[in-house]
């Protein structure tokens, strides 16, 4: 256990919801489920979603809580609450990684006296001001805190650290599903896995895509994911006449099963602050084209883990796909680039990161102490259920 370790500490989330298909709450739950298992109190406040029973079955205490920023007097209850809680369980930090949270952390950490540590998940959405309420800010690349800094973000409370998807809880929870429920992938082929909405460019890679297999009959284009432009996208294939060449599948439950299958990894963001995509990718081993935005050409080693491309440049996304597609030694090669050092993706490597972030506002270690959270939860009006597991780790762990 390293040192940040031993410092035990009770960390509490907050997020709008806990619901798989959102980047954001991946990155919530990972960090959580890293932190409860490296012996720390951690607390996941939220209005429920899938992935509740993971966090309880991982050892955090999943605390029902909305956060909705359109329902104001909901809002001040939970402000009201999360104080309560703070105080009764002796919350070390507040973790806001949603709008709606950052405001009903930002009240609840004056009033409690506990550090607020904000993730800018989405720094693109012009909301995400709010994440300067934050003790400490944290940008997940490198660019996006540039970025974030040239939009008046205090410099000296902006820190980095990249995603972690890989090898996270939310993979071990998937692995014992219905083989049956597993896409099978036909070889070879390419492979997006986003939202579709405008942000990911997933017309561009349509288009690219359609310069190419009517001369390389043997290759697939395989679109997973959901979203409001879904209709539209299909239309389109329809339209090019590759719906048996460009197959569409929907959401699927942990994408590695895709990965796995995978010849070329590509992803035609317009914005993508840091991609858990290509952390995925990486680690599975394929080869990658991306645009280079955000924070993906520092994800990619600026070019020597996976070829970077411009933005909204169909053109050019087809002519660097064409020449991987027709090279099976340089695709290996690329597969080969991608995995070296794609280790740092591993979701493990978020809790001493995040621990120095934590680390550095808090400004006093706390007294040992004994107590029973989940009744001091319970004297304060919130419903919580300390799971078995949790009980395991608070009698082994040292005081």
Not at 123 to 134: E, I, K, T, W, Y
Not at 219 to 225: Q, V
Request: glycine share 10%; hydrophobic share 40%.
């Amino acid at each position: 256990m390293n040192n940040f370790s031993r410092s035990r500490r009770t960390i509490v989330h907050l997020s709008k919801h806990c619901g798989r298909g959102n980047g954001n709450v991946h990155v919530a739950v990972d960090l959580a489920c890293e932190q409860a298992r490296a012996g720390h109190h951690v607390y996941f406040c939220s209005g429920g979603g899938t992935f509740v029973r993971l966090l309880e079955r991982e050892g955090v205490h999943h605390l029902t809580l909305p956060q909705d920023q359109r329902r104001p007097f909901a809002l001040l209850r939970s402000m009201a609450v999360l104080t309560r809680l703070c105080r009764a369980i002796g919350a070390d930090i507040l973790h806001a990684h949603m709008m709606g949270g950052v405001l009903v952390g930002a009240v609840a950490s004056r009033f409690a006296g506990v550090p607020l540590v904000t993730t800018v998940h989405n720094s693109f959405d012009r909301h995400s001001v709010l994440m300067r309420l934050g003790d400490r800010i944290v940008a997940v690349s490198e660019a996006d805190r540039k970025s974030l800094i040239d939009r008046g973000f205090p410099q000296d409370r902006t820190q980095v650290v990249w995603n972690a998807p890989v090898a996270s809880a939310r993979n071990v929870d998937v692995a014992d599903r219905a083989p049956g429920s597993v896409p099978r992938l036909r070889r070879p082929n390419i492979t997006l896995i986003c939202g579709l909405h405008a942000r990911k460019g997933v017309f561009d890679v349509i288009e690219a895509a359609a310069s190419l297999l009517s001369s390389m009959p043997e290759w697939t284009l395989y679109i997973a994911g959901e979203g409001p432009d879904r209709a539209e996208l299909e239309e389109r294939v329809g339209a090019l006449g590759l719906a048996e060449r460009i197959i569409f599948l929907g959401y699927v439950e942990g994408p590695e099963v895709l990965y796995s299958q995978t010849d070329i990894f590509v992803l035609a963001s317009y914005a993508d602050p840091g991609s858990l995509t290509i952390g995925e990718a990486r680690a599975a081993g394929c080869a990658i084209v991306a645009t280079s935005v955000g924070g993906t050409p520092e994800m990619l080693g600026f070019g020597a883990a996976g070829r970077l491309v411009p933005p909204g440049r169909p053109d050019i996304m087809g002519r660097e796909l064409g020449e991987i597609m027709r090279d099976r030694p340089r695709r290996a090669a690329m597969g080969r680039a991608a995995l070296r050092g794609a280790e740092i993706f591993e979701a493990s490597r978020l809790v001493p990161d995040y621990m120095r972030v934590y680390e550095e506002i808090v400004r006093r270690q706390h007294p040992a102490k004994r107590h029973s959270a989940a009744s001091r939860v319970s004297e304060h009006g919130i419903s919580s259920g300390p799971t078995e597991k949790t009980r395991r780790q608070e009698s082994a762990c040292p005081r």
